[in-house]
């Protein structure tokens, strides 16, 4: 009841702050503004930085990374239009919208609350030379997270705190890491996709960095006086859309709803029978590369979770099999990437089920019901793709109506 009122009472003070200016896309983040390129009277350091009346390390102005990213990020704040903690992103005053509402749900989920519905829709498309299913996961009501990458105040959780698949062949569950804001994204701006650093930062004895960063980059700024959207409606790259990168402007100037958009198909519309679509299906709608360029990021603490195929068990150099990760499901080479199944920042999706409710961690036998950062209830994100029974007839569609099956 509680969390319920802090959110009605931070909903309004939003509303009502909404009047303060937000900053421009980036904010303090914009690489240039920070590295001296534009010269020496930068403004951005003052916005987190205390000289001598510093609160945290790193002469920060709040007691912790976390704290000071949620000044501007959090339930409450103005200086930045996404709301990393409830899982909203809201429109900027002056650049298209009314300030203070929202624009739609956060494609990563949230910290203490997400938006990630259950699925609406089946349809079936022809895929790899077999059918799959593809259910639609759409934008529903905020709900609390049962799984978060940082366990805060907020949402309660209690993470073990583990690099699942982190270090060598045979080196355990992955080992004990504290992981903060910071440790995922370079706030001063780098130039990389959401300012992500190349090679994350946890801190943890043990921890094993990869070898070689992965390229995640992204395209310019939007038009001055915009801001990106970071929401779960997106649209395709051309020729299928009009344009990989869809502004906050675009957004309400094509009248979309805040609980339009689809986590598991990311741009509107989506279609299964058009050309590439699978290939577009991405945040930034860029074909091929978004995948490839974010499993390769994700791998780079989730060690041991990189695979070529689900039939050769995972060996060190001496050829001995990992006795925890030792098969790994498809994720390169025409595998499933990992934000197809995943969230980065937190789910809310439920695992009352049997063997999804009582799921062990690796290497251990204490049993969770956290989500994972999945975007399907239980373990329907397998049958997102999957028909092991083999029953479902070619060019057949047995989902609800509309028929046919595009969602």
């Known amino acids: 009841m509680r ?9 309004a003070v939003w ?55 949620l000044t501007c990020h959090g339930a409450i704040a103005t200086g930045s239009t996404v709301d990393v903690m409830t899982g909203v992103q809201y429109t900027l005053r002056g650049a298209g919208g009314v300030g203070g509402t929202q624009l739609g749900a956060l494609r990563g989920g949230g910290f203490d609350l997400a938006r990630i519905g259950a699925p609406a829709r089946l349809t079936y498309e022809r895929a790899a030379g077999s ?8 934008v529903g009501p905020p709900l609390p997270v049962n799984s978060a990458h940082l366990a805060l105040p907020e949402n309660g959780l209690t993470n073990p705190g583990i690099a699942w698949g982190n270090g060598a062949n045979g080196s355990g569950a992955g080992p004990a890491v504290t992981l903060g804001c910071a440790s ?9 996709y959401r300012i992500l650093n190349p090679i994350p930062n946890p801190i943890g004895t043990g921890f094993v960095a990869a070898a070689t ?9 939007p038009l001055a006086g915009d801001t990106r ?34 986590y598991f198909h990311r741009y509107v519309p989506w279609n299964a029978t058009s050309a590439g679509s699978r290939a577009y299906d991405a945040p930034n709608g860029r074909p091929a590369t978004f995948g490839v360029q974010m499993g390769a990021w994700c791998t780079t603490c989730h060690t041991r979770y990189t695979s070529f195929d689900a039939f050769t068990p995972r060996q060190d150099a001496l050829g001995q099999d990992d006795p925890i990760y030792r098969y790994q499901h498809q994720t390169v080479a025409g595998g499933a990437f990992c934000t197809t199944c995943h969230v980065a920042h937190g789910s809310n999706t439920p695992m009352a089920g049997t063997f999804s409710g009582a ?22 994100t397998c049958q997102a793709c999957h028909d092991p029974t083999g029953t479902i007839a070619a060019g057949a569609y047995t989902g609800p109506d509309p028929s046919p099956g595009v969602p």
Request: charged content about 10%; overall charge neutral; aromatic content about 6%.
């Open 15 to 69: 509303l009502v702050l909404a009047a303060v200016p937000a900053l421009a896309d980036g904010g303090p983040h914009v690489l240039t503004n920070n590295n001296g390129s534009l010269g020496l009277n930068a403004d951005g350091c003052a916005g987190c930085h205390r000289a001598h009346t510093a609160q945290g390390p790193y002469l920060i102005k709040a007691a912790s990374d976390e704290a000071l990213c």
């Open 184 to 192: 995922c994204h370079n706030p001063h701006g780098n130039g990389m």
């Open 131 to 138: 059918y799959s299913q593809r259910p639609k996961v759409t």
């Open 213 to 221: 960063p992965a390229n995640v980059t992204d395209a310019a700024l």
């Open 3 to 11: 969390r319920w009122a802090l959110l009605i009472i931070g909903g």
């Open 359 to 380: 799921f062990a961690y690796p290497g251990d036998a204490t049993t969770s019901g956290s989500s994972r950062l999945l975007k399907f209830t239980n373990r329907g």
């Open 229 to 262: 959207n970071y929401t779960v409606i997106q649209t395709a790259a051309a020729p299928i859309g009009p344009g990989y990168l869809l502004t906050a402007n675009q957004v309400t100037a094509g009248g979309y709803s805040p609980t339009d958009g689809d």
